[in-house]
């Protein structure tokens, strides 16, 4: 089981940034494919990135696209999420994920995710 702990939300304005962190633990983190998801008030929650174990395949959900980045560092065990251009909708609690299959990476669908934060709030204000 790997353990996640994310960090660096906060309350920012339209057209902000902010960068995502979350440091893993638990097990061989480079072997994993890594996500991020969010869940707003009253929604379900739903996919915004995926990365890669290697760290060369990125996945990006239609609505951040060309506005979020993700990456990964194995030397520290963490993954990042570097979100610009903030918009209200983008308002919700962040949770890092970790996929449950070493080396495994489909180009049709997610990874099979199955560890997660505890989750980060990230609110922006208009």
């Known amino acids: 089981q790997v353990q996640l702990v994310e960090s660096g939300g906060g309350l920012v304005q339209v057209g902000d940034s902010l960068r995502l962190s979350c440091d893993a633990s638990g097990r061989s983190f480079s072997r994993y494919a890594m996500g991020w998801f969010r869940q707003a008030p009253g929604k379900e929650r739903e996919f915004v990135a995926a990365i890669a174990w290697s760290g060369s395949i990125t996945r990006y959900s239609d609505s951040v696209k060309g506005r979020f980045t993700i990456s990964r560092d194995h030397a520290k065990n963490a993954v990042y999420l570097q979100m610009n251009s903030l918009k209200p909708e983008d308002t919700a609690v962040y949770y890092c994920?970790?996929?449950?299959?070493?080396?495994?990476?489909?180009?049709?669908?997610?990874?099979?995710?199955?560890?997660w934060g505890q989750g980060t709030q990230v609110t922006v204000s208009s």
């Open positions: 994920s970790a996929g449950g299959r070493p080396y495994s990476w489909s180009a049709r669908t997610l990874p099979d995710f199955d560890s």
